[in-house]
DNA sequence: AAGTCTGTGTGACTAAAGTCACCTTTAATA
DNA sequence: TATTAAAGGTGACTTTAGTCACACAGACTT
């Protein structure tokens, strides 16, 4: 079976996006572009300027905040059927970002020129919706990032990091050295090495090189 | 000189929200209410609903993050000018919120029933563009918020907080105690007063009983 | 003036996190 | 198979932050 491009970003739509009103979904596939990313691939970078906004149809991202000597620390995972909040919004202002995606799997996106977004906010409500509810799970999302580092320690901050993982994931074997997990958190492999094996001990997980089983 | 509540209404307007189209003013103030706070008073509290859009027109309020433990966190200012951006989105889709407001000022406020916001929204651009940039700039300064918390050591945050403050404030005086500081960087008395004694050594402040003096 | 409350200063200690050094194990590959 | 690189384990130490105890000073009360 061939598919033309506006099929399957017709396609795209009707799978992830189904809540959009028909009339912006056949406003969507006539204007958006795919773009793909390797995983690995960094979709962007601090600083940059936004001149699409996208909207995830596969693949994950993960989200960070960098600081002046490159340190990195975890926000949170984008997944199919979500738009990149910045990108939203940032690209109505044209501003620059502040923060660096990257993707952790294969990721296919739709780019919508920013020059839309007005109009679709004014004619579709389900676009307009869609727009703020984003917003705020986003800004509610860094909220309780915020209660994490100002109110609990690493161990617990580990323990919810893990949860989150397994959890987004959807299953118990996390493929990660610990000195990956120690860059989302900001802190030392050491640190991190320690606190797993209390872990293992407490019978929370087990320990493998290079990857780790919940026993949740 | 005798106003009506509604020529007071349209005043307010006026002075805080002169980009806001001439229409947009216009409905705001037949249908909104003005709602007043004194210095001290909580706006709204954790896991309260909204069931109003709130403007600032006078005053200023502070934003925290609580705990379970009722442990508090500063996050930023609310000045005359800005509305809530939670109010914006949470009375939207009905949400709890989950933050503390309280008022440091006097603080006058109006309130907007939140059945008018998806017609403010798709009738007036100025609205739309107020709504997204206020949502940005919050999501800007927890960025930054959570730079602080994540990268930085206590001395280098208390530095940017009075910084902040000062700046905010407009004055050279900052009437709080070490205490008070402490609460809102979620940390020991102690910690301050010794960071703040050294701070003073290096001359960039003067110490005095429940106020400080910036040397900056 | 004596008593009390609040705000601040400070030494001594504890706990948590981060660093350093060095080792072992496992996987990859020459 | 021998060699090397990557991942992880662990003791010892330093630094930072938080806690405890108590002293002291200024302001306010009676």
Redesign the interface.
């Known amino acids: 079976m061939h598919m033309s491009q506006q099929e399957i970003i017709a396609n795209y739509l009707n799978t992830h996006y189904a809540f959009f009103e028909r009339g912006l979904k056949e406003e969507i596939a006539s204007s958006c572009t795919i773009k793909t990313f390797k995983a690995g691939d960094v979709l962007m970078q601090s600083g940059q300027y936004f001149r699409s906004t996208m909207l995830m149809v596969s693949g994950r991202v993960k989200l960070y905040?960098e600081?002046e000597e490159g340190?990195e620390?975890f926000?949170y995972y984008i997944e199919s059927g979500q738009a990149c909040?910045?990108s939203l919004?940032?690209a109505?202002?044209q501003?620059a970002s502040?923060?660096t995606a990257r993707a952790v799997e294969d990721t296919k996106l739709l780019l919508l020129p920013i020059s839309m977004m007005?109009t679709l906010?004014?004619t579709y409500?389900s676009w307009?919706y869609f727009?703020?509810?984003t917003?705020?799970q986003?800004?509610?999302e860094?909220?309780v990032?915020?209660?994490h580092?100002?109110?609990k320690s690493m161990d617990e901050r580990l323990e919810r990091y893990l949860q989150t993982q397994f959890e987004k994931l959807g299953t118990s074997h996390l493929t990660m050295t610990h000195q990956e997990i120690a860059n989302d958190l900001?802190t030392s492999r050491e640190v991190i090495s320690r606190l797993l094996k209390k872990m293992e001990q407490a019978n929370k997980l087990r320990l493998n090189r290079s990857f780790i089983e919940w026993l949740g």
Request: charged share 30%; net charge neutral; proline share 0%.
């Open positions: 905040r600081n340190g620390f926000m909040a910045l919004i940032c109505a202002r501003e502040q923060i007005d906010m004014t409500k307009y727009v703020l509810e917003y705020r986003r800004y509610e860094l909220l990032t915020i209660d580092i100002a109110f900001h």
